[in-house]
DNA sequence: TTGTATGCGTTATCAA
DNA sequence: TTGATAACGCATACAA
């Protein structure tokens, strides 16, 4: 295997053109110091070459790859993607590539994951949450690599956040609906550890209705099913209930479903929320009530965050999003 | 901003070790010609060091960064999540990570982000479905980089392919229904040159019903709305339809939706047909007749091909896989 | 405004 | 089995 690509290098457009390779650098960056004439030949033989840039060697002398490093829990979730996109969009105009992964709520994955982008020298990193490995903090300090938590806020970020009170907003919720005179609700779809953020919104609401945290089981990759099912489970263990909290929007979906093939009329007998307010809901013939998280500003703020620290910026980012209250008719 | 990391390199470790660079980076690369001593003295120290090896200084001097790219459509999309899934689960045991890019069905995208993914010098990419910018071929000839085109199945890809007849399905899909008695299709969702897969399924479908193709509507982001308002649009033009036809399971879904709310009974009145076979159908209170796609074998088979070729395996994949019919109780 | 010398951390090559 | 040297392609620092 030839250890030389044949690709074209700085160093043919400057034999071309007659001039340094530093010269041919400088020009194709933009940067100053070089004669206009000079910059416009070295630009169109650039083009006519298609000079495609060694980012692995801009990166090894830059000390820098310019790659961002995201880690998600899933990808199986709208949320999640949404936030994706809003990042996408900042990073694609300053055209930087991004390395994904999903951790599937592990934080050891999280972490072997860090290990494996610390290694590309990353410009920055962004991490679902706020729960991780000890070690990544090890990890992570003294490199210089800003990162930004996102989906949860918290006052204590490892650098900066960009979130939600997840606590706040349940409580914020849960007192809306009692004030609405709901007294007995139930719970389809709990975490049991896994979902840290879904575990704070459950806090806020039984906090609401001074209640105890029920046990449950999680919203795995079927939330649909999850919410059918489970939905299935609490009427026959809990038939007095007034009020179902789904985990979030999928799993009310199916909750939904299933108070409808029981024939019980939402919301005169049950009330039924969700939370997120996914675009999927559009098609249920009623509007659920849920809370509206702004995910892709989330994303879009998140990846900012990084830009700036990149360009030297050196503010302590710690944005607290708020959650909207969106009454449907599936509560009164 | 000063060059040098203040990360551990191999030289602080063979300066700890008393030996020279290169038996550390043979030692730690796992590399014949180190002795088993030197060897496990090495590795502790390494450990001790928290050692991260350089990645792009390792790209850099091998003139590959081990990176493989996938470029999809969109993530809005259980198919492709599942794809990438499946690829995931191949790469991620082999320590190598991706830079994974949505196009937003747009060929003039995709090739920019190829641009951008080829100047990191790949150990592959996998690109969606088989219609390209015609300027993608010219970029990637010479490079030597591995391509596997994924999801659509042609016999003369760009280099390998692994993916399904979508044409084939959809007049097999077509014959199965026509067999069935059904007489009169419509269809709902219907691609306009944004998304060639589905267009090939619906020739095939209209080849078997001896029928033209439709115009219509191409599938966004919100596929469920997309399917309720679609059936609405297609009951009211076309009444006298004996089978509906989605471009996809989330379609089928929102037509079904609307069937319900407008009393119409399925299959008495109307048949109803999906493509995919998603997981979120389970909550359904009827199983959908559908064609169940091998998305995730499809990631594994395509990863496995490049990193095949990675490891000097020059056989040219061209995989072709199946669709499984699934009798729903939609159709009669 | 332009060029020269040097370094970034790693691996290939060849010599010992 | 080990080491010295050079090279990968680009950017920094400094000189002209």
């Not at 970020?157 to 706040?168: E, K, R």
Request: charged share 20%.
């Amino acid at each position: 295997m030839s250890r030389r690509s044949d690709l074209t290098r700085l160093e043919d457009i400057a034999r071309r053109a007659g001039v340094s390779t530093m010269t041919v650098s400088r020009a194709l960056r933009g940067v100053e110091g070089v004669s206009s004439a000079k910059r416009a030949e070295i630009e169109e033989i650039a083009k006519a070459l298609k000079y495609l840039p060694n980012l692995p060697a801009k990166a090894m002398a830059e000390a820098n790859s310019g790659l961002v490093g995201i880690s998600f829990p899933t990808l199986f979730n709208e949320v999640f993607a949404d936030m994706l996109q809003g990042m996408r969009s900042v990073f694609e105009r300053q055209s930087i590539a991004t390395i994904v992964s999903t951790s599937d709520y592990s934080t050891t994955q999280e972490l072997d994951w860090a290990e494996r982008l610390v290694a590309w020298r990353p410009a920055g990193m962004v991490l679902t949450g706020s729960h991780h490995a000890d070690e990544l903090i090890g990890l992570l300090s003294g490199t210089g690599i800003p990162v930004v938590e996102i989906w949860d806020w918290r006052p204590d970020p490892i650098d900066m956040c960009v979130g939600l009170d997840h606590q706040d907003i349940g409580l914020t919720l849960g007192r809306k609906l009692k004030a609405a005179g709901y007294r007995a609700p139930g719970f389809v779809g709990c975490p049991e550890g896994l979902d840290p953020r879904a575990e704070a919104r459950l806090r806020g609401l039984m906090q609401a209705f001074d209640q105890e945290i029920p046990a449950g089981r999680s919203a795995s990759r079927n939330a649909f099913q999850l919410g059918y099912d489970g939905c299935a489970e609490l009427l026959s263990s809990s038939p007095d209930i007034d009020l179902i909290f789904g985990l979030n929007d999928h799993v009310a979906y199916g909750a939904w479903m299933h108070l409808q093939s029981q024939g019980i009329n939402v919301p005169a007998q049950i009330g039924l929320v969700g939370f997120n307010d996914l675009g999927l809901l559009n098609v249920l013939p009623v509007k659920l009530t849920t809370m509206r998280t702004p995910r892709e500003q989330i994303g879009v703020l998140a990846a900012k965050a990084i830009v700036a620290r990149c360009a030297g910026v050196t503010s302590p980012v710690r944005l607290k999003l708020e959650a909207e209250f969106v009454q449907g008719s599936t509560t009164r």
